[in-house]
């Protein structure tokens, strides 16, 4: 399949199945914004949950918070956002398109006579490059001056750095533990993209942990080694995982190390998640712009110190695309062809269709007594009883349902229905009072 096929092959399931819609679409779209649809929305919650489970729930060393969006402007001059999130950008004057500056299209140099504008293809119609903060702005209260100018975050990060001291008191932490959170950021990006990979609005899911300056490189090894783990355990095949480190002109204002996950999207290698050693960059910062003291006092030695952070950040809206992207085959089964998305089950958006065999015979009855069963216990299924048996496999195969239960003549003698592997298309019989059992365990991850 050629790359950019796959991608329009995905979008447009995407937007067929109902995960993922432009914004505003009747309006013509806004530019790099998308709305999650009815399948998409369970497919991100159940991201954001098995990520949440994983930080907060399973470990006892890590709190999770939920900060506001709107912070105190000072926070993006402490954290250097104001100064320094900033890309630069190019302007072509004939056809007033905008790029940035490092834009792998542009051939020559662009504010040089021989530049070319990808665009329009005029040559020195490019201006110099201009620093352009990725910010969004906008006013609090009834007025619009500088003075009320408040800022959309672009990463959720500080929103934890500033309440570092409340949870750790309130939680009665130890050093070293993690804050954990989920929530909307927001990048003005010059060249958004690839459906949703580079988005204006995007959720991020961060963990900052804090530890002993001296011990941060040991934590951002243990960091690095669990997050790749954790890609894996998802069921993302390994040989489309890769690190990245980053070199001295690619490391953030902040950062002392790091190193991207990255997975081949049919568009190339990506960064989808960056694990950083921040050292005491942000909560120095912050001391020294609030005037409030943020160290942490030891209470087995005594010793005062600002922490160190090791963080790991993943954006909620790259990786539903790693995991659609990862998920999505074309296979041909018994001689037909089929599309199907071969998520984790854990995260699929539908766990079962039940299908009643025909409309007779007292087989809905059943099918609808085992759906209601399921959704009772809040696992979401998928009633259908229209078309034929391998049409309906196939539409769930399409929306990456793990299990297909089938009515059948039997289930009226024996009480047993069928339940078919989606992706090894392996069907066995189970007690039709047994289903609920066999998919929760089959759902456990
Ligand atoms: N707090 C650190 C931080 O924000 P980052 O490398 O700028 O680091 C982390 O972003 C992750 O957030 C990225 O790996 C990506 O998954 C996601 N992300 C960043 N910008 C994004 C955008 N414009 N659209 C979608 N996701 C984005």
Same mark, same amino acid.
């Given at each position: 399949?050629?790359?950019?096929?796959?991608m329009?092959?995905?979008?447009?399931?995407?937007k067929r199945?109902g995960?993922?819609?432009?914004?505003?679409e009747?309006?013509?779209?806004?530019?790099?914004?998308w709305?999650?649809?009815?399948?998409?929305v369970?497919l991100?919650r159940?991201?954001k949950?098995r990520?949440?489970?994983s930080?907060v729930? /399973?470990?006892d060393?890590?709190?999770?918070?939920?900060? /506001?969006?709107?912070?105190?402007?000072?926070?993006?001059? /402490?954290?250097? &956002?104001v100064?320094?999130?900033?890309?630069?950008?190019?302007?072509?004057?004939?056809?007033?398109?905008?790029f940035?500056?490092d834009?792998e299209?542009?051939?020559?140099?662009?504010?040089?006579?021989?530049?070319?504008?990808?665009?329009?293809?005029?040559?020195?119609?490019?201006?110099?490059?201009?620093m352009?903060?990725l910010?969004?702005?906008?006013f609090?209260?009834?007025?619009?001056?500088?003075?009320?100018?408040?800022?959309?975050?672009?990463?959720?990060?500080?929103?934890?750095y500033?309440?570092?001291l409340?949870?750790?008191?309130?939680?009665?932490?130890k050093?070293? $533990?993690?804050?954990?959170?989920?929530?909307?950021?927001?990048r003005n990006?010059?060249?958004?993209?690839n459906f949703i990979?580079?988005?204006?609005? $995007?959720?991020?899911?961060?963990?900052?942990?804090?530890?002993k300056p001296?011990?941060d490189?040991?934590? $951002?090894?243990e960091?690095?080694?669990?997050?790749m783990?954790? &890609?894996r355990d998802?069921g993302?095949?390994?040989?489309?995982?890769?690190f990245?480190?980053?070199?001295?002109?690619e490391?953030? &204002?902040?950062?002392?190390?790091?190193?991207?996950i990255?997975?081949?999207?049919?568009?190339?290698?990506?960064e989808?998640?960056g694990i950083?050693?921040?050292?005491?960059?942000?909560?120095s910062?912050?001391?020294?712009?609030?005037?409030k003291?943020?160290?942490?006092?030891?209470p087995a030695t005594n010793?005062?110190?600002?922490p160190?952070v090791?963080?790991?950040s993943?954006?909620a809206?790259?990786l539903?695309?790693?995991?659609?992207?990862?998920a999505?085959?074309?296979?041909t089964v018994e001689?037909?062809?089929?599309?199907?998305?071969?998520? &984790?089950p854990?995260?699929?958006p539908?766990?079962?269709g039940v $299908?009643p065999?025909?409309?007779?015979?007292?087989?809905?009855e059943?099918a609808?007594?085992?759906?209601?069963d399921?959704?009772?216990? /809040?696992i979401?299924v998928?009633?259908?009883?229209?078309?034929?048996?391998g049409?309906?496999?196939r539409?769930?195969?399409?929306?990456?349902t793990?299990?297909?239960?089938t009515?059948?003549?039997q289930?009226l003698?024996?009480?047993?229905?069928?339940?078919?592997?989606?992706?090894?298309l392996?069907q066995?019989?189970v007690?039709?009072?047994?289903v609920?059992?066999?998919?929760?365990?089959h759902?456990?991850?």
């Amino acid at each position: 399949m050629a790359q950019s096929s796959v991608m329009d092959k995905l979008v447009s399931l995407a937007k067929r199945r109902g995960f993922i819609f432009q914004s505003s679409e009747i309006y013509g779209g806004l530019g790099s914004v998308w709305d999650y649809g009815p399948l998409g929305v369970e497919l991100k919650r159940n991201l954001k949950d098995r990520w949440w489970r994983s930080m907060v729930y /399973a470990r006892d060393d890590i709190e999770g918070v939920d900060a /506001a969006i709107l912070m105190h402007p000072k926070v993006w001059e /402490a954290s250097g &956002h104001v100064a320094g999130f900033t890309d630069p950008l190019v302007d072509c004057r004939q056809c007033k398109n905008r790029f940035r500056a490092d834009d792998e299209r542009i051939k020559g140099t662009p504010g040089a006579p021989d530049a070319q504008c990808p665009v329009c293809g005029s040559k020195g119609t490019l201006t110099e490059p201009r620093m352009f903060n990725l910010m969004f702005k906008t006013f609090m209260g009834p007025v619009e001056e500088d003075a009320a100018i408040v800022y959309l975050r672009p990463e959720t990060a500080q929103g934890i750095y500033v309440n570092y001291l409340n949870v750790q008191q309130s939680s009665r932490q130890k050093i070293p $533990f993690g804050i954990a959170q989920i929530g909307k950021a927001f990048r003005n990006e010059i060249t958004p993209g690839n459906f949703i990979f580079r988005t204006r609005e $995007f959720e991020q899911m961060e963990m900052q942990f804090f530890v002993k300056p001296g011990e941060d490189e040991h934590w $951002f090894e243990e960091w690095r080694a669990w997050r790749m783990q954790w &890609h894996r355990d998802l069921g993302i095949r390994p040989e489309k995982l890769r690190f990245h480190q980053h070199g001295p002109d690619e490391l953030a &204002h902040y950062a002392k190390d790091a190193y991207d996950i990255e997975y081949e999207f049919p568009f190339g290698w990506k960064e989808f998640e960056g694990i950083h050693n921040r050292t005491d960059f942000d909560l120095s910062r912050h001391q020294e712009y609030s005037g409030k003291k943020l160290e942490y006092l030891d209470p087995a030695t005594n010793e005062r110190f600002i922490p160190y952070v090791v963080e790991t950040s993943l954006g909620a809206d790259r990786l539903a695309l790693v995991v659609l992207a990862d998920a999505y085959r074309e296979e041909t089964v018994e001689g037909e062809s089929r599309v199907v998305l071969k998520l &984790h089950p854990s995260i699929a958006p539908i766990k079962a269709g039940v $299908f009643p065999l025909v409309k007779k015979d007292g087989m809905p009855e059943v099918a609808t007594r085992i759906a209601d069963d399921l959704r009772a216990r /809040a696992i979401p299924v998928f009633y259908d009883d229209g078309g034929s048996i391998g049409r309906r496999y196939r539409r769930q195969d399409e929306a990456g349902t793990p299990f297909g239960i089938t009515v059948d003549g039997q289930t009226l003698d024996d009480g047993t229905v069928t339940v078919r592997d989606r992706d090894s298309l392996a069907q066995e019989r189970v007690a039709s009072d047994a289903v609920v059992t066999y998919l929760q365990d089959h759902l456990a991850t």
